[in-house]
């Protein structure tokens, strides 16, 4: 009996370990490892990310625990994990991996939440071999508008159709803009969930199915 609490137990541990590797969490694919960044990437307290703060950016979001995309509510359990770069310094990059693949769906594909500066810009581009890079899009920010609003997170989201039909495995974030208001900070990279509309619906469908 105990060697097989013992064995359950460890079945329980792999599948944990497994699912934190994966970073596959309730059909959700989040970001699995940092490949590599450039030399001025920090996080908001102006330290810089080294190989034991390369989680700011992995697995789930922790920029909003309280749910109301606010940055900086500490007190209410914000952890604001997040990694970018302040106004000066040009050329600065980020690229994360996926273990599981980011493919072109249908809808929106990749979300990206984050927070910037009303002068912000940056070019969001995909990869199968982190050799080859396709732009699937670009980010924004704009005075007094979210994104670029002060202390407001923002999901940025991006649809591969048209544009990539491989299988994403890298994701890279690049710098376009430097100067005052030019700042971005990155909390996490993911597939776009599942819309609750398409459960919905799909509940809809089974419910009338019934009915007839
Ligand atoms: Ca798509
Ligand atoms: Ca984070």
Redesign the pocket.
Known sequence: MKNLQKSLMLLVVSALVASSQAALIDGQNWADSVTSYASQIQNYDGIFMDSTTEF??LGQ???DQTGNMHAWDFDNGDLD??AGWRGGSANQEIVVGFNTALEDVVGDDLVIRMYCGSKAQATISVSQDNLSWTQIGNITGVSMQIPGKPGFLYDAVFDFAGLFSGDAYYVKVYRETTGSGSGMFF??FASVPEPATMVILGLGTVLLRRKK
């Open positions: 700011w950016v979001s922790d920029a994990y997040v909390d996490s």
